[in-house]
């Protein structure tokens, strides 16, 4: 794909819906007593993953084009796969499925493309270990295939014992697994991680009538607690935009000059919406609109004015919410007067790519002064940057946030492998040619 600078850009944006909200909403849907309806869900690759997976454990699932209909079977409804559950490149359904399924009295095995079978489950698997959990590494390196429950008798049923899990990091993958192991354990289960990750599994989970807890304690820490439940039932969600992908369009709102932007229902979610407040920190011009509260999830309008950025610091408690922004951060920071910092994000080393390594490779490609570090990078902004060849790894995220540095930089960029786009934002480029004057 090819990207040329633009003079400005105009319009109004719908975002595709949230991908963690949509995730969940097909798990719990499914793990709930009746029909659970579905409005503007992401029809990504990631999600369409989670949906073949629950249709190989005996769900029935309506993918309509205006609403998807999940007939949940209730908790103990699931049947056993007749065939190994393909996660594709999701590590999200990976994740949290491998919660609920050690829970289930049948063995399963997970196993995604080469990119998910390359990247780290053991931060799951302990703590389900620890809950009594038949869980392992089918290549022994604690990564997919994973094989679960593989050595249960015909009839027999998982024995989970609640735990209280102190998290190393703040990962709501982590959390949401061991809390919905938690949904089939004995006792109480508890996660306390070192600030409060994205809480989209609390909510919604509760929605559907779990009996989940928090608690911030003063250390800016977190305790997420869950009891056993006897039932979920069948709920109505509206999904909201997906703040990560309206990322994109509020950067190019902000860098390319004689643009204003309406993104309209995004999500908000404190746990999730740092990059709101990192955009504040650089100056940026940014006004909420229609603020409303939709199935438990904040939601605004934004309007996105071009903007002179300027560097800021980025670390500590803000960085789990907005991991996933970080390489569109970046990019907003090669542009900015100063230097940015970014620290306490090694997070990133172990998503689709290692951020730090292939968001560093293409500001360089496109002139920017960058360092990387061990958990994160120095940014030395205000230099003009130009056109480049940027290789996408196959990671969406990477692919989008060069797409939108080359609309601000001189030249031509090129994108290669951008049909990555289609895990979480499938008409990326067809929105983003329709907002350019």
């Given at each position: ?29 499914a ?26 454990m005996?769900?029935?699932i ?55 079978n ?88 509760n ?6 807890t ?74 909420y ?24 610091t ?12 970080i ?49 994160g ?61």
């Open positions: 794909m090819e990207i040329k600078a633009t003079k400005g850009l105009r319009g109004e944006i719908c975002v595709p819906g949230d991908k963690s909200i949509s995730h969940r909403s097909i798990m719990f849907g793990l709930a007593k009746g029909t659970t309806e579905i409005t503007h869900f992401l029809q990504g690759a990631d999600c369409l993953s989670t949906i073949g997976c629950f249709r190989e005996g769900i029935e309506e993918n309509r084009p205006e609403k998807i209909l999940v007939h949940g079977k209730g908790l103990h409804g699931l049947s056993s796969p007749s065939t190994i559950l393909d996660v594709g490149n999701s590590g999200t359904t990976t994740r949290l499925i491998s919660g609920i399924l050690s829970g289930q009295p049948f063995p399963t095995i997970l196993s995604g493309d080469a990119s998910l390359s990247r780290p489950m053991k931060r799951i698997m302990e703590p389900l270990q620890l809950m009594g959990a038949d869980i392992e590494s089918k290549s022994g390196n604690g990564c997919a295939p994973l094989i679960i429950n593989s050595h249960l008798k015909n009839g027999d049923k998982p024995s989970l014992t609640g735990i209280h899990y102190h998290s190393k990091v703040a990962s709501a993958q982590v959390k949401s697994a061991i809390l919905l192991a938690g949904l089939y354990a004995d006792g109480i289960t508890k996660v306390t991680e070192p600030v409060l990750s994205r809480n989209h599994t609390e909510l919604m989970l929605g559907f009538g779990a009996q989940i928090t608690k911030i304690h003063d250390d800016s820490s977190a305790t997420i607690a869950i009891a056993p439940c006897e039932e979920l039932f069948g709920q109505n969600i509206h999904v909201p935009g997906d703040i990560s992908s309206a990322a994109y369009f509020i950067a190019a709102g902000l860098l390319v000059p004689d643009s204003e932007l309406l993104i309209k229902n995004v999500g908000i979610n404190p746990t999730r919406a740092g990059i709101l407040e990192v955009c504040k920190a650089m100056g940026a011009d940014i006004t609109l229609n603020e409303k509260t939709d199935s438990g999830e904040p939601t605004a309008d934004l309007l996105v004015k071009t903007s002179t950025l300027h560097g800021t980025i670390e500590g408690a803000i960085i789990p919410t907005l991991i996933d922004e390489p569109m951060i970046a990019v907003m920071a090669a542009f900015a007067e100063g230097t940015t910092v970014i620290k306490d994000a090694a997070e990133l080393k172990v998503k689709e790519t290692d951020r730090i390594q292939t968001t560093c490779e293409g500001l360089r490609a496109m002139g920017t002064d960058i360092i990387p570090t061990e958990d990078m120095i940014i030395h902004g205000g230099k003009a940057l130009h056109g480049g060849i940027i290789n996408s790894y196959l990671d969406h995220r990477i692919a989008m946030a060069f797409a939108i540095a080359g609309l601000a930089a001189d030249g031509i960029t090129t994108i290669e492998n951008s049909q990555c786009v289609d895990v979480s934002y499938p008409d990326f480029f067809e929105t983003l040619k329709r907002i350019q004057l």
